[in-house]
């Protein structure tokens, strides 16, 4: 396999210039993001070196057998992920904390031995982080994402939809009858980005892991199966998650006697 | 009327609230609702702080089966929330409820809510049909609603069956309403709970809407409860009235009473 041509700090620095132009671009047209995108340069570069020394820590800890390492690096992407979704909800929703470490742990989890144990399982992959770490970050990401959508589109329909739910329930609905239409949006808006995704991928878009493994040297055909299967399973983690994120919050939102919070 | 309106007359004193079982028992067995000590709170945020607020204290009345009840009183005096006990869209601070003489914690939610029904200031129709919305509650209930039956209950509060085809969010506010109407008297509950349903209407609506409710009350024995601030929707009740200010409950036999006691008091209510 041909080696990846490397790219020093001084490539990145260079590389770096493109930024430094849309700075310019800022300043001239007044846009007011200068310093944003300043602080986007030294923040991307510092996170992302730090992920990558982490990465290279666990993966060589993990190749000498040491997996707890594995475990403790995917335990805290759950737990960022749970923070990172319930500051996103800006309407106060009771135990939101645990809606999310429910709903993000089990969707994530599931969808993951899913494909570490029936779909990568005859190179027992578990016990080798660099599969186990970029499938958890991308399951996990996208579970992120679809169970804030969902849950914030909810609870925000639950306040400006209020009348028509109490009037279902005043019509002798139960929670989950009179809620059904604001679930129906809810679930469709945050899995909407899933599903349209592998609408168009490979057509208008080229997923950056596929293009990665192509760079690296990566035979394009086995490229893209990684790419399908990465589809496939960031669309169920989204939908497992935005679906138990949903039920929580339902559960959540009404008192044991029928009763909108 | 007399004698039935002595019964409306709420019992404050006291003992009530320690010993609610000492309440005088009136023949129960035509009781509808009774309130006993029922105290109404609701957070509110006061400064930047947010904080149980008691709007209504100690409201103790019993509503005969078949009859009808006015709560009238100045916004923000508790009338909706008084009003939202009765079908458990929420409950009160203390103090109890109970519906034939049994609380309501004792009933299924979707069990109370078949029974006693509520229409609410604003109607809010599903974006379908008229029949649709006809059917909802009792698709909800497990059964079917026949176009037939459908018309019958348009016809009942003054709308032609024509309508059933339309969508339902496209009719006039007062149409609405009295689809709204329509759509809670589906299920024929024992009680009807109305919180200022003519508040939008135009005459036309607002004569068909209490048309509607007084035949059902009158043939069908709907107990009805209604919170209104319209004068003349109050006089063609026709019934005792509960004014609520504040923090008080006090029950008149009839609307002319309680009418006056606002004109005295000088309340912003009708």
Redesign the interface.
């Known amino acids: 396999m041909e080696p990846t041509i490397p790219i020093s700090y001084l490539d990145l620095l260079i590389a770096g210039t493109l930024v430094f132009a849309s700075m310019a671009v800022s300043w001239r047209l007044q846009l007011g993001l200068e310093k944003e995108l300043f602080w986007g340069i030294i923040r991307s570069f510092l996170q992302l070196s730090a992920t990558g020394y982490v990465l290279l820590f666990v993966i060589n800890r993990a190749g000498l057998g040491e997996w707890y390492w594995v475990l403790l690096a995917l335990g805290i992407m759950l737990g960022v992920a749970v923070h990172t979704a319930q500051g996103r909800i800006k309407e106060p929703l009771p135990g939101k904390a645990l809606v999310f470490t429910v709903a993000i742990v089990s969707g994530s989890v599931s969808v993951l031995l899913f494909v570490l144990v029936l779909v990568l399982h005859q190179y027992q992959p578990w016990l080798k982080a660099q599969y186990v770490l970029p499938l958890a970050g991308m399951i996990t990401g996208n579970a992120m994402n679809a169970g804030a959508v969902a849950v914030s589109r909810f609870v925000g329909d639950l306040r400006t939809r209020r009348n028509e739910v109490e009037t279902a329930l005043a019509l002798g609905a139960t929670p989950a009858q009179a809620v059904h239409p604001l679930r129906r949006d809810a679930l469709r808006t945050a899995i909407m980005p899933s599903v349209n995704s592998m609408l168009v991928v490979g057509i208008v878009s080229l997923p950056g892991m596929m293009t990665g493994q192509i760079i690296a040297g990566q035979n394009p055909l086995q490229a893209v199966h990684y790419q399908i299967m990465v589809v496939y399973m960031i669309t169920a983690a989204s939908m497992f998650t935005a679906v138990i994120a949903i039920i929580g919050t339902i559960r959540q939102s009404f008192t044991a006697a029928q009763q909108l919070r | 009327m007399v004698s039935t309106a002595k019964r409306w007359i709420p019992d404050t004193s006291p003992h009530l609230q320690e010993n609610p079982t000492a309440y005088p028992k009136i023949n129960s067995m035509a009781d509808k609702i009774t309130l006993r000590g029922v105290t109404v709170a609701r957070p509110a945020l006061v400064g930047e702080e947010m904080q149980v607020l008691q709007i209504l204290r100690d409201v103790s009345l019993v509503a005969p089966a078949g009859g009808r009840l006015a709560i009238i009183g100045p916004s923000g005096s508790g009338k909706s929330s008084l009003l939202r006990l009765l079908?458990?869209?929420?409950?009160p601070a203390s103090g109890e409820i109970l519906l034939d003489g049994v609380p309501l914690?004792q009933l299924e939610?979707?069990?109370l809510?078949?029974r006693v029904?509520?229409l609410?200031q604003?109607p809010?129709l599903?974006d379908d049909t008229v029949l649709a919305n006809l059917a909802?509650?009792l698709k909800?209930?497990g059964r079917t609603l026949s176009t037939e039956e459908a018309a019958t209950l348009l016809v009942e509060v003054g709308l032609p069956d024509e309508l059933l085809e339309r969508r339902a969010r496209q009719l006039s506010g007062g149409q609405q309403q009295r689809v709204?109407l329509a759509?809670?008297l589906a299920?024929s509950p024992e009680v009807l709970l109305l919180d200022e349903p003519t508040s939008a209407l135009d005459e036309e609506s607002t004569a068909a809407l209490l048309a509607a409710l007084l035949r059902r009350n009158a043939e069908s024995g709907l107990t009805l409860v209604m919170v209104t601030h319209t004068r003349e929707v109050l006089l063609r009740l026709a019934c005792p009235t509960l004014l609520l200010s504040g923090g008080t409950a006090e029950l008149y036999p009839d609307a002319e009473s309680a009418l006056a006691v606002v004109t005295q008091r000088r309340l912003e209510v009708a």
Not at chain 2, 87 to 91: E, G, M, S, T, Y
């Open positions: 079908n458990r869209l929420d409950d914690p939610p979707v069990a809510r078949r029904a509520m609410f604003q809010t599903f909802y509650p909800l209930a709204a759509r809670a299920l």
